[in-house]
């Protein structure tokens, strides 16, 4: 089956600690983001990479970090510099070429205790 | 700064009434529209995708329209079911870049 993975579903974790959500795809899609959603508010791209070894920052980039080492692997680190980790976050890749349409993953929701 | 608007917020209907759902958007230069469906704590499943140059897309009881020059897009569902009930996001590109902007969501409830 093709699509996007994302895990762990759930995620815990203490005051002060990094921890890294896991996002891959086989869809063979170049590009691929990084949101973060909060209750009652729309997404908001923390990254974005459209092709390995490259990324660009997006609005909420503050206490996060990425790498994109391969095509199928964009990896999230929510280090301990982000103030308000708790969330919902999502992973997505976009299609090539002229229709440019984007895909998403099933998301991790990460709660700090 | 591309700002994109969803109205309205919350929307209830009882089972079988067509309906339509709005996004307006402050940026006409657009590559295209996206519409999204999500289900409580589910990733988002793309529903219908217009591009700039297209005026609608249909997929089975869905319709999409895009009017750019009022930047305005609206969802119609016809002949609603319970099993639409979800949040529906519509997402614009813009033509200088790969990114979305998104609106913050209607949350429909259909009644049986």
């Known amino acids: 089956d093709g699509g996007i993975t994302q895990s762990p579903k759930y995620l815990f974790r203490k005051e002060g600690q990094n921890v890294t959500l896991s996002c891959e795809q086989n869809?063979?899609?170049?590009?691929m983001y990084w949101y973060r959603q909060d209750p009652g508010q729309g997404l908001r791209l923390i990254y974005y990479?459209?092709?390995?070894?490259?990324?660009q920052k997006g609005d909420i980039a503050e206490g996060y970090s990425v790498s994109r080492e391969k095509k199928e692997s964009f990896p999230l680190t929510v280090t301990s510099a982000q103030k308000n980790p708790t969330a919902f976050y999502l992973c997505?890749?976009?299609?090539?070429?002229?229709?440019?349409?984007?895909?998403f993953g099933p998301g991790t929701r990460l709660t700090v205790l | 700064k591309q700002e994109v608007t969803q109205i309205p917020a919350a929307l209830s209907v009882p089972e079988g009434e067509n309906l339509v759902l709005n996004c307006s958007f402050t940026?006409?230069?657009?590559?295209?529209l996206q519409w999204f469906r999500q289900d409580p704590g589910k990733g988002l499943t793309s529903l219908l995708l217009?591009?700039?140059?297209?005026r609608e897309q249909t997929s089975g009881r869905l319709n999409a329209s895009l009017d750019k020059s009022s930047g305005r897009s609206t969802l119609y569902i016809a002949a609603s079911q319970p099993g639409d009930s979800a949040t529906y996001l519509c997402?614009?590109?813009?033509?200088?870049?790969?990114?979305?902007?998104f609106g913050e969501g209607t949350q429909l409830t259909v009644n049986p």
């Open positions: 990479s459209q092709i390995v070894n490259d990324f």
């Open positions: 217009i591009q700039s140059s297209q």
């Open positions: 940026d006409s230069a657009i590559y295209n």
């Open positions: 997505a890749s976009m299609a090539p070429g002229s229709y440019n349409e984007q895909f």
């Open positions: 869809l063979n899609h170049d590009a």
């Open positions: 997402a614009v590109r813009g033509t200088s870049g790969s990114r979305l902007t």
